[in-house]
């Protein structure tokens, strides 16, 4: 999983406008393309409800921005609000309304897709994610409801409750929990080449074998925090399936293994030395044979770049200052 406060910048801002959006669909008067006036669905629901029913209501107005830009603390408190059948129904049927309501035929779904344009998922980082908005086609990802809109209905609107995510992952999670999400966090854990007894393979063992061990996440420490970290992190893979999902990407993992057997001190200089005509720098030339993106904060931008480098750092082959 990938930490998306490493990666986008532009969050904070797309949130408000958001917050904004679904202020103006809920409480005040929209026009359609025909210039016909629409009431709001929070006031209509309101003339139907009881006054236990508007004392719901009500509260979610007052604490409008807080539930709808809860950060995870706050996520964490509205989570535990207890809701009745008739405010469960109201605030599912929100999200859809509010989601699929469309300005320029686009749904608000979507275009919030594309302003946050977050290019991999960021549960796995092994799917694209791409927001295309042609007329014949338009592809997206999916919303993952980090607290399940079903058991927590309160905070079916919330912002950073909403994880955009690939098919694989969000049908994957269902219902099941999930401890760390990307908005607040991501992992820890590395992932490692692992022989079969569950341990850290040295450097010349892999090399040995000429292919890679087993995939497979390494320790934090002994610390409680760590320890904890650990747990929840165990949580998310053991939901999404990440440890057998990413064992399947041996093909990949045996070229990294190949690529670093040939990769040799002379053989990167010579690379050097053919570039150096066309400008090219060293760290080009990595480019070149690693692939790019292997910073931090640019592995939302291709699938499968954090697993590349903790393999390559394990390889021994990230040179000082190089891919930080």
């Not at 006054?51 to 509205?78: M, S, T």
């Not at 990407?249 to 045996?254: A, E, P, S, V």
Request: aromatic share 12%.
């Amino acid at each position: 999983m990938i930490d998306l406060r490493d990666c986008r910048d532009n969050i904070p801002k797309v949130a408000e406008e958001w917050l904004k959006s679904l202020h103006v669909f809920l409480f005040e008067e929209r026009e359609d393309k025909m210039g016909r006036k629409h009431a709001s669905y929070y006031d209509k629901k309101e003339k139907k409800a009881d006054d236990n029913q508007k004392a719901e209501l009500n509260y979610f107005k007052e604490h409008f921005r807080e539930i709808v830009l809860a950060d995870e603390k706050g996520l964490d408190y509205y989570s535990k609000k207890n809701v009745s059948e008739y405010m469960k129904s109201f605030m599912i049927g929100l999200y859809k309304a509010f989601t699929q309501y469309k300005n320029d035929d686009i749904s608000n779904a979507h275009y919030f897709f594309r302003e946050l344009n977050i290019r991999t998922c960021p549960y796995c980082n092994r799917h694209y994610t791409f927001t295309l908005d042609e007329k014949i086609a338009k592809v997206a990802p999916e919303y993952d409801h980090f607290y399940d809109k079903a058991s927590h209905p309160l905070l079916a609107v919330s912002f950073y409750n909403l994880v955009p995510s690939c098919h694989t992952c969000n049908h994957a999670k269902r219902n099941n929990p999930v401890k760390v999400s990307p908005y607040f966090s991501g992992f820890k854990r590395k992932f490692e080449l692992q022989n079969e007894e569950g341990e850290r393979m040295p450097i010349n063992e892999i090399i040995n074998q000429k292919k890679g061990g087993r995939i497979g996440f390494g320790k934090l420490g002994e610390s409680l925090d760590e320890k904890k970290r650990e747990e929840d992190e165990q949580c998310n893979i053991d939901t999404f399936g990440l440890k057998g999902l990413y064992e399947m990407h041996d093909d990949y993992i045996n070229e990294i293994v190949e690529k670093t057997i040939a990769y040799s001190p002379s053989v990167k200089q010579a690379l050097v030395d053919a570039f150096q005509d066309q400008a090219y720098s060293p760290q080009q030339v990595d480019d070149f044979v690693w692939g790019k993106y292997l910073n931090v904060a640019q592995y939302e931008k291709r699938p499968l770049s954090k697993l590349t480098r903790d393999i390559l750092e394990q390889l021994g082959m990230l040179p000082d200052n190089e891919f930080h």
